[in-house]
């Protein structure tokens, strides 16, 4: 015989934290989601029957970093700061990026870095992040996926005039577009790596809505 010793886990946790990928079926409007589903028809208590992020392919493309504290010219996004279009247009002109269709946009905002672990309760109850607009123009770049540094990728609050999380449906319902959330982006950031490439085969577990992820660059 032989004397075996092992360790093992049970894990019941919410998939909506930390480092994700929000898929399709995540956000939509007036209960319809991505591509004329309602959700009535696909969300059900033992998870989606269809748009469950199980079907996403690995994603793997090219990665851009559009560098936002170094086009506003500070360590850190202030809280419910707001990222236009044109403040993106800049950002990648003056990193010289060209955008490409497929590629993967992450944002860089300085705001998990900076205050994750000093100011937990003000990181997670408002962020920097793009308004309407911003999010209607990425989603015009036909991009596989967008993301950030933040939870939440829009500004919370909501910028004047801008309805909140409405970006969330601009991408997923009506483009099909993943965002991806609460991105490591500081050592791309500070090693000035702006194209890169982006690795990510997330879990497999059906019928899920979220996942959380741990995606790879690549230079």
Known sequence: GWQMSYNDDLVQM????????????HLGEGNMFYNCNEGKDFAQITGLTKLGTHQVP???GRGILLDM????DVSAMTAGQVITSEDL????????????????I????????AKLKSEPEIWGSTIPGINNEAAQYLAGL??????????GLEAVPAGPGDKLFFGHSILLKEN??????????????????????FVLGQAKLKGAVQ??????AMW
């Open 69 to 72: 504290t170094r086009h506003f």
């Open 142 to 151: 036909n991009p596989m996926a967008v993301g950030a540094d933040t939870w």
């Open 14 to 25: 919410w998939l909506g934290t930390g480092p994700q990928l929000d898929g399709l079926g």
């Open 176 to 197: 099909g577009i993943y965002i991806l959330e609460t991105m490591d982006t500081g050592h791309l950031a500070r090693e000035k790596v702006y194209e890169f490439m």
């Open 58 to 60: 690995p994603l793997i």
């Open 106 to 113: 992450l944002l860089h905002t300085g705001w998990t870095d």
């Open 211 to 216: 996942m959380i992820i741990n995606p790879v």
């Open 89 to 104: 247009k800049a950002a990648a002109k003056a990193q010289s990026i060209t955008f490409k269709t497929g590629d993967v």
